[in-house]
């Protein structure tokens, strides 16, 4: 039978099967190198020496690692306090990014109250809305208050996250309605069932919304850079790109070095949990 | 252990009436087993009982204590759903231990009770697993044990062995029939499979429409059906019924009750047929018979007729019933029952 199979191609399909899995393969390799080959290039310039970095014609390689970059760059300004600053920052948003997420999300998946639709569509809306709308009047809003020079202004912003709402809900509308009436008949009442059933089915989901929001604010320029006006509260980002226009002219690999500094968290993080957020994407429901 | 009653139940969604006004007593210890078409109210019924899907008016009295108002999880019952509800993200030992530690259960009367469970339903080996690595069947007894393991008044299961495999399915029946009369407890069992029926109800209770078309023991509900729906939903192939000569109402016979001879025999009820098919099933034989334009089933001992050949199929006065136009049963002592028994005899 399976003999039989493999004779009944021809070999004009063996061919375009072939040829096939070569252009499939190409394709993966064209995808890697232009995802990969800033990083690289990235990485390579953080340890190169200024000649080098500004030589023409560019080249990947150095002839010698200049770790130096790194130190320089974390000499050259407050940097404990900068990574310091980012690290609050994104862990305080992403707190409270939970907080107010997860219960949200329940809600809006588990309950029918009046103005619920409603209320989910502005959640959606302020999800379009871009932050380069908004910034003045944040900004005149906390100089009200007078809170410019504390975290804040590059907290609370984004104490809500509407596309983490989204996410959450569509996973706590994926569990059977069973589920929680098995639950229920397990005398469990609404804050377990909540903690205990739903929220578990989606670990997935808030791991990759967690990660996502983590990447987003710990990487964000823009929100910073315009909310701050004093080095005390600059967070790495700013920071580094402070590097760039320092006064002995555009000294890349230091910039790049900074880079470096930057994504390295980010790149550890993914390392121990990147099984997690794939799941999070393709995580289909319950058997 | 428990009695169950349903007072006056009705239940719609929105506009869809599904039950009206249901009357309904469920003796304690019984195995009691509610059986009808798909979407004839079984769920609905039994998630009154349990309280998840609560009714849109009347009463759910357990014991004869008007229970209407209790939320589920102090309703003192257990449910065992179609597709077992297993809470995926737990081993299966936290499954089993959920609903006990929910109820303030201490640890060590705990890990008794699932040593004991788990050995009763042969998933001790298993605790440590989650669901997803359990077959169908392994997981079918995660739920029983989920259940069991409440020692509830009530155990309610909703299709339980739909989803197993035929061989699997007829290994649970028994187990299950085992495990009632180890419990003495009240079991309220819906299926659609009247084998399962059958087999395993002290009283079956068969339903259409939201309406109870007949509530009795499995041999009564067989061979005393009350009207025409029962007569032909239980039983396969299912009964013959055919129009009564000169009336508006009709006549049945269970197609094992038929005789087929080659000659003309003397019976009740005698008639020629021609054989149109012929179905071998092992022990019996199944012939589909045509005649006067009327087809019929019969079950017989014997594979000697051939498909086109003529025959005479007969029966025996007490093995004819009889239905009136509206459907239920003529018994014997009604008015005009001889006279349309003749009618069926002359057919
Ligand atoms: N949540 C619901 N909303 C609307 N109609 C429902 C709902 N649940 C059940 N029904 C209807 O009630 C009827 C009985 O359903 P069910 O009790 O599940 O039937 P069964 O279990 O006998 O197959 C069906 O016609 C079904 O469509
Ligand atoms: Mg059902």
Known sequence: MENRAIQQITPLQRALGTVFRALNFLLKIGLVVVFVFPFLWMISTSLKTYPESIAYPPSLFFAKPQWENFVMVWNSGDYLRYARNSITVTLTIIALQTLVSVPAAYAFARYKFRGGALLFGIVLVSFMVPTQLTFISVYLMFSKVSMLKTLWPQILPFGANAFGIFMLRQSFKQVPEELIESARLDNAGEINIMFRIMLPMAKSSLVAVTMFSFIGHWNDYFWPFVMTNTDFIRPLTVAIAQLRDSEHGNQWQLVMAGNVILVLPILIVYVFLHKKIISGFVYSGIK | ?347
């Open chain 2, 1 to 347: 252990m428990a009695k169950i009653e349903l007072r006056n139940v009705s239940k719609r969604f929105g506009n869809t009436v599904v039950l009206e006004n249901l009357n309904l007593t469920i003796e304690d210890g019984q195995f009691a087993v509610l059986i009808g078409p798909s979407g004839c109210g079984k769920t609905t019924v039994l998630r009154t009982i349990a309280g998840i899907g609560p009714q849109s008016s009347g009463q759910v009295l357990m014991d004869d204590q008007d229970i209407s108002d209790l939320p589920p999880g102090k309703r003192d019952l257990a449910m065992v759903f179609q597709n077992y509800a297993i809470y995926p993200t737990m081993s299966v030992r936290d499954n089993i231990e959920y609903g006990l530690k929910n109820r303030k259960v201490p640890a060590p009367t705990r890990n008794k009770l699932i040593a004991e469970i788990s050995e009763i339903v042969g998933i001790a080996p298993y605790l440590d697993r989650k669901p997803a690595q359990l077959s169908g069947g392994q997981r079918q007894r995660v739920a029983l044990a989920r259940a069991m393991v409440k020692k509830p008044k009530v155990f309610l299961m909703d299709e339980p062995l739909s989803n197993l495999d035929a061989k699997l399915r007829s290994q649970m029946r028994v187990e299950l029939i085992e495990l009632h009369n180890h419990l003495k407890t009240t079991f309220v069992y819906v299926t659609h499979d009247q084998v399962e029926a059958m087999s395993m109800a002290d009283r079956i209770i068969l339903l259409n429409n939201g309406v109870i078309q007949q509530e009795a023991n499995p041999r009564e509900i067989y061979t005393n059906p009350c009207n025409k729906f029962t007569a032909q939903f239980i039983g396969a192939p299912q009964m013959n019924i055919l129009p009564l000569p000169g009336s508006d109402m009709s006549f049945g016979f269970r197609p094992e009750k038929v005789t087929l001879t080659e000659q003309a025999p003397d019976a009740f009820l005698k008639k020629k047929a021609r054989i149109i098919t012929r179905e071998m099933l092992g022990s019996e034989t199944l012939y589909q018979l045509r005649f006067d334009k009327q087809s019929i089933m019969v079950k017989s001992l014997s594979d000697v007729f051939l498909p086109g050949t003529d025959v005479y199929f007969s029966l025996r006065k007490e093995d004819i019933l009889l239905f009136k136009r509206d459907e239920n049963r003529l018994y014997p002592q009604e008015d005009g029952y001889g006279q349309a028994l003749a009618a069926a005899g002359r057919v």
